[in-house]
């Protein structure tokens, strides 16, 4: 993981809005949310792994799934995770296991980030800070 400054880091937006601004320019909500926090993922490289930029966020005035919620951003930072090749992994009993087992573990959650996967995540936020703050 590789934490990047931003400007954006703990300014407050309505998580509809952002979400308006973002999805078209390629983020997507990560899967990994809960009720009172989540983050936007940005998919930089799928090639050996997967390498993404991070936008977390944290619920502020009501629960991240009612109307006008507005969110705090966090430190945007760089993930990569690095799986088995050619590793398919299938579930051990029937439709109830595989709805628990249908995704592979990474080898390493913390694999290295190649440099032009640092380089595009410090140019993405450039950009984020480009749409989201006024001049």
């Avoid at 080898?107 to 480009?130: F, M, T």
Wanted: charged letters at 25%; proline letters at 5%.
């Amino acid at each position: 993981m590789i934490e990047l400054p931003s400007k954006v880091e703990g300014k407050q937006f309505d998580l509809y809005d952002l979400e308006q601004k973002l999805k078209p320019i390629g983020y997507s909500i990560g899967g990994n949310w809960d009720y009172d926090h989540g983050c936007f993922d940005y998919k930089l490289n799928d090639e050996q792994g997967y390498q993404f930029l991070r936008l977390p966020f944290t619920a502020v005035d009501s629960q991240l799934d009612a109307s006008n919620c507005t969110v705090k951003l966090g430190r945007p930072f760089l993930l990569s995770h690095q799986y088995e090749a050619g590793v398919d992994v299938q579930g051990e009993a029937g439709n109830f296991s595989a709805s628990f087992n249908q995704f592979q573990e990474p080898v390493d959650k913390d694999d290295s980030i190649p440099s032009q996967c640092v380089e595009d995540g410090k140019a993405l936020v450039s950009k984020l800070e480009s749409l989201l703050l006024p001049d």
